[in-house]
């Protein structure tokens, strides 16, 4: 019978490792979060942590406006935007942001 030697490195500290880094990846938030990409001249990005905390702008900082409104059993929640301030924001909970898209929840 033939017996296998398993390796001497320590693999409970490296999968500890691989845990944090998850960990840490998953509160990582880059510093701005795209909406619209057509091309260079023409994107919409969110610059705030919450999509209805300020208003979109192009990469370049200058404004390019999107406001989403919903209606949830006659009263009207913001989605997205700073417009109308009568509407009140609706909470955000979550935030995923995906090399093709990015989704809010």
């Known amino acids: 019978m033939v017996s296998v030697k398993q390796p001497r490195f320590a693999t409970i500290p490296l999968c500890l490792f691989a845990v944090f880094v998850a960990a840490q990846a998953a509160e990582l938030r880059p510093p701005a979060v795209p909406l619209v990409t057509h091309d260079p001249y023409f994107s919409i990005w969110s610059f705030s942590d919450r999509l209805n905390e ?44 995906l090399p093709t898209h990015t989704v809010y929840s």
């Open 54 to 97: 300020s208003q979109t702008k192009h990469w370049t900082g200058a404004a390019n406006s999107l406001v989403s409104l919903v209606r949830i059993d006659g009263s009207v929640y913001r989605l997205m935007g700073t417009e109308p301030r009568s509407a009140k924001p609706l909470p955000q909970t979550g935030l995923l942001v």
